[in-house]
């Protein structure tokens, strides 16, 4: 017995989807395809069709899709949640949600993650002994929080630069940044669990304006 799994990521300058069948033995990727960002809402619907296309399998085949819900392009984010929820509505196919922070800490094996949020500010994700802290920060508002602990992981080079001109020497893991392969393996443990998100009310993790506030509901 095996389950077909997509998984989209368009909160990033840069993109994929990636599909992947899991199996009693674990996840085997059979597909992943790059995106550019500035193609998203000509593309994306495409592309998984030939991803589908090219595994021999259609959409109604699918056991679930995972989808990174932000923080990231606002764009992005909604392009890729419209057709999430496209495709989950029209197959009644569950849908398991994750933080790109979340997803990028995880891959570095680090407790912190940034990301560059633009306009002077950090997406920060703090992880620790099971407590998820996600926020919108200034540099200012670091440095009051008592600055970065522990490894921080970074895809950026732009926000590794700043880091290190701000508070010296940080201890960054400087990693590519996750592909939708990689989300496809951060969520097995949402996916076994059931932990699906609500499609009626699918939105993106945005962490700004009324968002920006601690939050660990994506994990």
């Given at each position: 017995?095996?389950?077909l799994?997509?998984?989209?990521?368009?909160?990033?300058?840069?993109?994929?989807i990636?599909?992947?069948?899991?199996?009693e033995?674990?996840?085997?990727?059979?597909?992943?395809?790059?995106?550019?960002?500035?193609e998203?809402?000509?593309?994306?619907?495409?592309?998984?069709?030939?991803?589908?296309d090219?595994?021999?399998?259609?959409?109604?085949?699918?056991?679930?899709?995972?989808?990174v819900?932000?923080?990231?392009s606002?764009?992005?984010?909604?392009?890729?949640?419209?057709?999430?929820k496209?495709?989950?509505?029209?197959?009644s196919?569950?849908v398991v949600t994750?933080?790109r922070?979340?997803?990028?800490?995880?891959?570095?094996g680090?407790?912190?993650?940034?990301?560059?949020?633009?306009?002077?500010?950090?997406y920060?994700g703090?992880?620790?002994?099971?407590?998820?802290q996600?926020?919108?920060?200034?540099?200012?508002?670091?440095?009051?929080m008592?600055?970065?602990k522990?490894?921080?992981?970074?895809?950026?080079?732009t926000?590794?630069?700043?880091?290190?001109?701000l508070?010296?020497?940080?201890?960054?893991?400087?990693?590519?940044?996750?592909s939708?392969?990689?989300?496809?393996?951060?969520?097995?443990?949402?996916w076994?669990?059931?932990?699906f998100?609500?499609?009626?009310?699918?939105?993106g993790?945005y962490?700004?304006?009324?968002?920006?506030?601690v939050?660990?509901?994506?994990?």
């Amino acid at each position: 017995m095996s389950a077909l799994l997509l998984g989209v990521d368009t909160c990033g300058p840069s993109g994929s989807i990636a599909l992947g069948r899991l199996t009693e033995e674990g996840l085997l990727i059979v597909g992943e395809t790059a995106l550019a960002g500035r193609e998203y809402a000509a593309a994306l619907v495409g592309a998984i069709g030939d991803l589908l296309d090219e595994a021999g399998a259609v959409a109604g085949e699918l056991a679930g899709v995972v989808a990174v819900a932000g923080p990231g392009s606002f764009t992005g984010i909604r392009i890729g949640l419209a057709a999430v929820k496209a495709l989950a509505e029209a197959g009644s196919i569950p849908v398991v949600t994750v933080s790109r922070l979340a997803l990028l800490a995880d891959t570095a094996g680090a407790s912190c993650a940034v990301l560059d949020a633009h306009r002077g500010q950090f997406y920060c994700g703090m992880y620790s002994e099971g407590v998820a802290q996600e926020m919108l920060l200034t540099a200012g508002e670091i440095n009051a929080m008592g600055g970065l602990k522990g490894r921080v992981a970074v895809c950026e080079e732009t926000v590794a630069q700043l880091l290190e001109e701000l508070y010296g020497e940080p201890d960054l893991i400087r990693v590519e940044a996750p592909s939708a392969a990689a989300v496809l393996r951060y969520s097995l443990n949402k996916w076994r669990a059931g932990e699906f998100a609500d499609i009626a009310s699918l939105d993106g993790y945005y962490l700004r304006g009324a968002d920006a506030k601690v939050s660990a509901r994506l994990g």
